[in-house]
Each structure stands twice: as structure tokens, then as C-alpha cells.
Antibody, heavy 121, light 108 residues
Framework: QVQLQQSGPGLVEPSQTLSLTCAISGDSVSSNSAAWSWIRQSPSRGLEWLGRTYYRSKWYSDYGASVRGRIVVNPDTSKNQFSLQLNSVTPEDTAVYFC???????????WGQGTLVTVSS | EIVMTQSPATLSVSPGERATLSCRASQSINSNLAWYQQKPGQAPRLLIYGASTRATGIPARFIGSGSGTEFSLTISSLQSEDFAVYYCQEYKNWPPDNFGQGTKLEIK
């Protein structure tokens, strides 16, 4: 059974960096058949895919247009986890952030528990 | 850009009855549709993918159907734990963030 356990702060000040981690059990971040994503949910934007990392003989990461240039998603093979860094946050980045996995299609079969991140001073 | 439209926004049904939720795509997505259930304070839970294939551990009362542009999710006999918000997602196109706006299934 795959489990994703998120960790990270729930409050970030404007212009600072939002950092979250997703620890994986029951699968490997280095899997050749999975990809590991960050998704956020807010009343104004709904469910919004932010970015992913995956391994296919080498590491790849790519990002959604709305956050490209501010986001980094990295794997950590030593801890079997992956991370999200979102820079220069504003109150519009306030949302519930989820990590999630997809494998055979671009639908998400396992999700982390979610982290409410509030951007406020 | 494909637009996903769910209807109704809210559906009131009594426990034990059948509920049918609809999802329409503005252009064909073949069978590249997933359904999720989300309860307050929880992550979405995958119910259906490929328009009609139940995900691991999903009860048989959840039935997905449709292809092309018209899809439905039927819950054959509502249990108390089924009252939640349901989202459809098309995954024919990248990036995978094209979700419907959700249908809230509430107790009548």
C-alpha cells in the first residue's frame, strides 16, 4: 500500500519561500513507472497541478505555467521523498497543498493528506 | 482548451437511493476521465479511471460510464460515507489539472 506523508510549515510570510516535503512508503521516488506531483487547491483556483519529478534513466522535473520560474520540485533518493519549493509567495499562494502519484495515466491514484499553507505576515 | 462541466452543482439524495452525477467535456477526451471523491479536510480519493474502471478497493456501487464528451458516475445505493464532493478530471491533455468544478452530494 502506497502512502504519502507530507510535512512542512503552515504559515509563510509574503516574499518568502514555501517548502514542503512528501515522504513515500510502499513505492520508490526512483520508480521508472511513477511520477510525483504537487497539486494545490483553493476556492478561487480549484485543483491546480504545480509540478512533478520523475525518473526515466535520468531525473526530470517540469512545472505548471502559473508557477513556472518560482517553483522547484526535487527528489531525495536517500530519504525516498520529494520536495516542493515555491519562491516569492504572495497571499494568492494560500491554498491546501497535496503531493500525489500517477503511474499508468495522468490521473492521481495516491495523495498525501494535504497541508494548508497560509501566506501572511 | 477543454472545459469540464459537472452537473448538478449540488445533489440531494436520501440514503439507500441512487445518485447520478454528470460530467461533460467541451470536446472529445475518449475515455480519459477519472472521478474523485473528496470529504472535508481530506485529499481527493481516486474512484474511477478510464471512465469506467474502479480503482483499487472502490466498492462496486460506484459505476462510471461514458466516452467522448458525456460521462456519468452512478452510486447505486447511497451509504452515509458517500456524501462528499465529487470531481471529474480529464487526462487526455497535459498538464493534468483539468478538473470539473465539483458536485456536492448531500443528504436529503
Amino acid at each position: 500500500q502506497v502512502q504519502l506523508q507530507q510535512s512542512g510549515p503552515g504559515l509563510v510570510e509574503p516574499s518568502q519561500t514555501l517548502s514542503l516535503t512528501c515522504a513515500i512508503s510502499g513505492d520508490s521516488v526512483s520508480s521508472n513507472s511513477a511520477a510525483w506531483s504537487w497539486i494545490r487547491q483553493s476556492p478561487s483556483r480549484g485543483l491546480e497541478w504545480l509540478g512533478r519529478t520523475y525518473y526515466r534513466s535520468k531525473w526530470y522535473s517540469d512545472y505548471g505555467a502559473s508557477v513556472r520560474g518560482r517553483i522547484v520540485v526535487n527528489p531525495d533518493t536517500s530519504k525516498n521523498q520529494f520536495s516542493l519549493q515555491l519562491n516569492s509567495v504572495t497571499p494568492e499562494d494560500t491554498a491546501v497543498y497535496f503531493c500525489a502519484r500517477y503511474t499508468t495515466g495522468w490521473f492521481f491514484d495516491y495523495w498525501g493528506q494535504g497541508t494548508l499553507v497560509t501566506v501572511s505576515s | 482548451e477543454i472545459v469540464m462541466t459537472q452537473s448538478p452543482a449540488t445533489l440531494s439524495v436520501s440514503p439507500g437511493e441512487r445518485a447520478t452525477l454528470s460530467c461533460r467535456a467541451s470536446q472529445s477526451i475518449n475515455s480519459n476521465l477519472a472521478w474523485y471523491q473528496q470529504k472535508p479536510g481530506q485529499a481527493p480519493r481516486l474512484l474511477i479511471y478510464g471512465a469506467s474502471t474502479r480503482a483499487t478497493g472502490i466498492p462496486a456501487r460506484f459505476i462510471g460510464s461514458g466516452s467522448g464528451t458525456e460521462f456519468s458516475l452512478t452510486i447505486s445505493s447511497l451509504q452515509s460515507e458517500d456524501f462528499a464532493v465529487y470531481y471529474c478530471q480529464e487526462y487526455k491533455n497535459w498538464p493534468p489539472d483539468n478538473f470539473g468544478q465539483g458536485t456536492k452530494l448531500e443528504i436529503k
